[in-house]
Structure formats: C-alpha cells, structure tokens
Nanobody, 122 residues
Framework: VQLLASGGGLVQAGGSLRLSCAAA????????MGWFRQAPGKEREFVAG???????YYADSVKGRFTISRDNAKNTVYLRMNSLNPDDTGVYYC?????????????????WGQGTQVTVSS
C-alpha cells in the first residue's frame, strides 16, 4: 500500500486547511490511520488518530480545532485544520497501522506517506 498526502500550503494564523491522504494498492477500511507532524529540529509528534470503526482521538494541542475523518469509499483519510497558529507549522504525515485501533506512537505504524508542508504565518 502507498499513501499520498496532499493539501498543505501557506496560510495565515486563524486560517484553515484540509489535508488528504489517499491510499493506493490496498483498501484501508479495516485499518487504523493517523496524522503526525514534525517541526524543524523537533521529533515527529502525534496529531490525530482514527480507528477502523471511525472512532477518533486527538493530541491536546489540536483538540477542538482539528478533525480527522475517513471516506472508505474513496480510500482516503482527511485532516481538517481550523484556527491554525504558527505552532502548527511543520511537515504533516499520514500513516497506516495494520491493526484496528490507532496508536499515538509512530513506531506502531507500518506505512507512511511522503508528508505535506504546512506553514502558518503570524
């Protein structure tokens, strides 16, 4: 399976973006998915996860602002990001976990997308 992330860009503080992660080569409906981000000089951090059944959870820093969702018919996972601030700047990665329940730990994920840059200006 391959994951292709898209939708990043440059946005002003307070703005919104929607990231997409399209999967090819395998259906993802039975698997957990996650979004992570990495800022320059920092470790990759968990942002949001979605279980195979649609259950979701978020990092405290994005709770109430970001929404993860999945469209199994399109084999795609989304991350809607509202009220962006400069601390949200980084490369955003989607990842697939060959299990049903999403984890916060990057090491638990089996397939990674290539990343998409999000830059929030103040």
């Amino acid at each position: 399976v391959q994951l292709l992330a898209s939708g990043g860009g440059l946005v002003q503080a307070g703005g919104s973006l929607r990231l997409s992660c399209a999967a090819a080569g395998r259906t993802i409906s039975n698997y957990a998915m996650g979004w992570f981000r990495q800022a320059p000089g920092k470790e990759r951090e968990f942002v949001a996860g979605i279980h195979w059944n649609g259950g979701t959870y978020y990092a405290d820093s994005v709770k109430g602002r970001f929404t993860i969702s999945r469209d199994n018919a399109k084999n795609t996972v989304y991350l809607r990001m509202n009220s962006l601030n400069p601390d949200d700047t980084g490369v955003y990665y989607c990842a697939l976990q060959l299990g049903k329940y999403s984890s916060r730990a990057p090491r638990d994920y089996d397939v990674w997308g290539q990343g998409t840059q999000v830059t929030v200006s103040s």
